[in-house]
């Protein structure tokens, strides 16, 4: 871990932190996941959180206590809110409305709590697109549009808050009504390593991937 303190020209743009679902391919909740020791969620907080100008998880409904219980030393640290979904177990676009509605900032980076490597260079330039008359600013890589390590308007708010309300709980429903710009993998290579930014764990085995590149 490098990064402990903001930086002098953070995005403008929320950290909007996905906590995830119960983590069955890891074996358990990826929030609360240690490597050597120390909390994965805290190497995140560390390396992103001061190159944003508010940082808020987003958790599942009930899961604000847990998470206060475990981990708030270090949320304190890096002055974290913790928001709940309104509703249970609907997944990651339940997640996303609740940070839209909460963030105070015009646009929320989403990423999730098992995305250890994020880069800075890449998130500023990604941010660069996060202009008047776009809504959702993605990278598209080999063909596939990732919902995650993505910027997303606040104007997104309705739009989202429509497909949840038709149960359209996938990312991707709320696309078609709102302005994107995806991002080819060609140009994101031109500012960093894409595969170590998007990079998120899902199996135990991914932690010898994640150990080699961020470790």
């Known amino acids: 871990?490098?990064?402990?303190?903001?930086?002098?020209?953070p995005i403008k743009a929320t950290l909007l932190l996905l906590a995830?679902?119960?983590?069955?391919?890891?074996g358990g909740s990826k929030l609360y996941l240690e490597i050597d020791g120390t909390l994965l969620i805290e190497r995140i907080l560390c390396e992103t959180a001061p190159i944003f100008m508010e940082t808020i998880l987003l958790v599942s409904r009930g899961g604000k206590a847990e998470?206060?219980?475990k981990l708030?030393?270090?949320l304190n640290k890096y002055n974290v809110r913790i928001v709940e979904d309104s509703k249970e177990a609907t997944g990651p676009l339940e997640g996303l409305c609740a940070?839209?509605?909460n963030m105070t900032q015009s646009w929320g980076f989403l990423v999730g709590c098992d995305m250890p490597s994020v880069q800075e260079n890449l998130a500023r330039f990604m941010s660069t697109f996060c202009t008047k008359g776009t809504d959702v600013i993605a990278g598209e890589l080999n063909g596939y549009i990732e919902p995650l390590h993505a910027f997303y308007s606040k104007n997104c708010t309705a739009a989202v808050q429509k497909s949840l309300k038709n149960k359209q709980h996938k990312m991707k429903f709320f696309y078609r009504d709102i302005n994107l710009i995806a991002i080819k993998k060609e140009?994101?290579?031109t500012q960093g390593d894409?595969?170590?930014s998007f990079f998120n764990l899902n199996y135990p085995k991914?932690?010898?991937q994640m150990k080699k590149m961020v470790l």
């Open 187 to 189: 140009l994101l290579q």
């Open 20 to 26: 995830g679902g119960r983590g069955v391919r890891m």
């Open 206 to 208: 991914d932690l010898i």
């Open 99 to 101: 940070g839209l509605e």
């Open 194 to 196: 894409v595969k170590k």
């Open 72 to 74: 708030g030393l270090i």
């Open 67 to 69: 998470a206060v219980e």
């Open 1 to 9: 871990m490098k990064r402990n303190s903001a930086v002098q020209n």
